[in-house]
């Protein structure tokens, strides 16, 4: 069966730092990848979403990036944090562009001060 | 363009009660619907979907929901709800690409 892994779990940075953020996914091959950020209280925002290796889409003009540099694994960075980047980050896994059901990890809460 | 509304943002009810969280969607295209749960700080779990077929999609821990085309909603239902069941909900349609509404706090009163 799938799974699909985050980390780390919690995360406290300071503004201006850099920020590392790790999503893997085991149990398939070649799924599309997503990042979502959720701020409190507000539902889920489409960050980006990738469908192969160094192939990235970016939904919204802001402060991150992101990058696939293996087929199950998905990195969400920033080279300086904001305070607005603050919130809960969850990555997720479909079985391809047009399949219609995705999957989330369980997310990685980050708070910066 | 899609687009998903949660006409509730907090529903309280108590244990054993029936719950009813309300939908509405938009698209220009065919959707796909689906319902997801959030456990305080963790992902977001499927419930239940509706690709095609039958309008009454069951899921999973005894919820429910119906898809009505004429009236753009796909509302969810429990006929009687636990206290484990107090945790948010988000509806969701799939175009292009997964657009959420902005979740419903249930809250299982004992």
């Known amino acids: 069966s799938q799974t699909i892994h985050q980390w780390p779990a919690t995360l406290v940075q300071p503004v201006g730092s850099p920020l590392s953020l790790e999503c893997t996914v085991e149990?398939?091959?070649?799924?599309?990848l997503y990042w979502y950020r959720q701020a409190a209280g507000r539902g889920l925002q489409l960050l980006f979403y990738s469908v192969g290796i160094g192939q990235i889409s970016s939904e919204v003009p802001q402060n991150l990036s992101a990058s696939r540099p293996q087929d199950r694994q998905f990195i969400l960075s920033s080279k300086k944090l904001l305070l607005s980047d603050s919130g809960f980050y969850l990555c997720?896994?479909?079985?391809?562009?047009?399949?219609?059901?995705?999957?989330f990890g369980p997310g990685t809460r980050l708070l910066v001060l | 363009a899609q687009s998903v509304t949660q006409l509730d943002s907090q529903v309280p009810v108590f244990e054993e009660a029936p719950v009813e969280l309300r939908c509405n969607y938009s698209?220009?295209?065919?959707?796909?619907l689906f319902w997801y749960v959030q456990y305080p700080n963790q992902g977001l779990q499927l419930l239940l979907k509706?690709?095609?077929?039958?309008?009454l999609v069951k899921g999973i821990n005894g919820f429910e929901a119906e898809f009505n085309k004429s009236q753009t909603s796909f509302h969810l239902r429990k006929p009687s709800v636990h206290i484990s069941d107090t945790a948010e909900y988000f509806c969701a349609v799939r175009g292009r690409q997964l657009t959420f509404g902005s979740g419903t706090q249930l809250t299982v009163l004992p």
């Open positions: 509706y690709l095609s077929g039958s309008t």
């Open positions: 997720a896994w479909s079985g391809g562009l047009y399949q219609e059901t995705q999957y």
């Open positions: 698209s220009s295209v065919s959707v796909y």
């Open positions: 149990g398939t091959s070649n799924p599309n």
